[in-house]
C-alpha cells in the first residue's frame, strides 16, 4: 500500500504565506513525479504545479510567481510555498504522485486526502 500524507493547511489572510508538505509511503519502488491539485467549492479540481524527479517544475499560471514547488527524493516528500496568497486560492490542496509500487509494472497516480487552504480577512 501506499500512503499520501499532507500537512500545512490552513487560514491565513490576503497576501500571507502557508507551506504544505506531502510525504509518500509504503511498498514504493520509484517515483515519476509529485505535485499538487486544488479544488475549490463548485469547480473541479485543478493542477497547481507538478516536480519530476529530475527536478522539473511546471506551474498553473495562476500560481506563477507566488508558488514554488520543491521535493526531496530521498525523503519520498513534496513541498509547496504559496506566497502572496490570494482569496481565490481558498480551497481543498491535494498532493498527487505518480510512481511505481514494489508489486506493480506500471506506474498509477496516488492522490492525499486532501488539506484545507482558506485565504480570508
Known amino acids: 500500500q501506499v500512503q499520501l500524507v499532507e500537512s500545512g493547511g490552513g487560514l491565513v489572510q490576503p497576501g500571507g504565506s502557508l507551506r504544505l508538505s506531502c510525504a509518500a509511503s509504503?511498498?514504493?519502488?520509484?517515483?515519476?513525479?509529485m505535485g499538487w491539485y486544488r479544488q475549490a467549492p463548485g469547480k473541479e479540481r485543478e493542477l497547481v504545479a507538478f516536480?519530476?524527479?529530475?527536478?522539473?517544475?511546471n506551474y498553473a499560471d495562476s500560481v506563477k510567481g507566488r508558488f514554488t514547488i520543491s521535493g526531496d527524493n530521498a525523503k519520498n516528500t513534496v513541498y509547496l510555498e504559496m506566497n502572496s496568497l490570494k482569496p481565490e486560492d481558498t480551497a481543498v490542496y491535494y498532493c498527487n504522485a505518480l510512481l511505481r509500487t514494489r508489486y506493480g509494472t506500471i506506474a498509477a497516480n496516488y492522490w492525499g486526502q486532501g488539506t484545507q487552504v482558506t485565504v480570508s480577512s
Open positions: 509504503g511498498s514504493i519502488f520509484s517515483i515519476n513525479n
Open positions: 516536480i519530476t524527479r529530475g527536478g522539473s517544475t
